[in-house]
């Protein structure tokens, strides 16, 4: 799976959209883009992925730029709840059994939201 | 996610002690995983089991056992705690072939169990 560099830390102000980037540099044509988030002491929950196309859903919006080697996860309006370390992460997703499917958590980054 | 639980939730227990974490999920899964989590280490992959008989090591399996009792059911022992033993375990579960619509691959993790070794 590739490396991904995210920022250690950023603050949001309460109701505003929060940018979260992460860098890929190294990520190859069949490398999908997920990020995950964990809330302090709880189980990691999945937010988004994307392969190339700019992706939407309940939670968020993931930004991959032309070449893949950057994308933005973007929080529209941040909440108090939206507190938590978020995870990039680049991998192939597979059905094949011999692959593991398991997933290779970094440092991410940690986003506090302020009211 | 309350479809994937663990038990215990919290567990101190001392040097030597044979362990059994728990987890069981009612989100017709095949797939299960348990990781371990240690501060600035994020997650690491114990054990995964693609169904009942298909079990496989991890990146870190040394120290561990587990056992797949049921599709729904995936435990994981320690056979003799040590202190660096400590950390937070998560089980997850996956779909090998999600259905149409789904998020392709998502893991759904459990609360997490802290164990402390003494």
């Known amino acids: 799976d590739a490396k991904t560099t995210q920022p250690t830390s950023m603050d949001c102000a309460e109701g505003r959209a929060a940018n979260l980037p992460c860098n890929h540099s190294?990520?190859?044509?069949?490398?999908?883009v997920y990020w995950y988030r964990q809330i302090h002491s709880q189980g990691p929950q999945y937010i988004i992925h994307g392969l190339k196309n700019n992706e939407t859903n309940e939670m968020a919006s993931l930004i991959i730029t032309e070449d893949r080697k950057s994308s933005t996860l973007i929080l529209p309006h941040a909440t108090l709840r939206d507190t938590a370390v978020y995870y990039c992460?680049?991998?192939?997703?597979?059905?094949?059994?011999?692959?593991?499917?398991?997933?290779?958590f970094g440092g991410g980054t940690r986003v506090l939201v302020k009211p | 996610d309350a479809d994937v639980t663990q038990t215990p939730r919290n567990r101190i227990t001392k040097t030597g002690k044979r362990i059994m974490l728990e987890c069981s999920q009612t989100?017709?899964?095949?797939?299960m995983y348990w990781y371990r989590q240690d501060p600035g280490l994020g997650l690491r992959l114990i054990y995964y089991s693609f169904d009942v008989k298909d079990i496989n090591k991890g990146e870190i399996s040394d120290g561990y056992s587990v056992s797949r009792q049921a599709q729904a059911k995936f435990s994981l022992s320690l056979e003799s705690a040590i202190p660096n033993q400590t950390a937070l375990y998560f089980c997850a579960t996956s779909l090998t072939v999600p259905p149409a619509g789904s998020y392709y691959n998502e893991q759904f993790f459990g609360p997490g169990t802290r164990l402390t070794v003494l």
């Open positions: 190294t990520i190859s044509g069949n490398e999908y």
């Open positions: 989100k017709g899964h095949d797939r």
């Open positions: 992460i680049v991998r192939v997703p597979t059905m094949i059994k011999a692959a593991g499917n398991k997933l290779t």
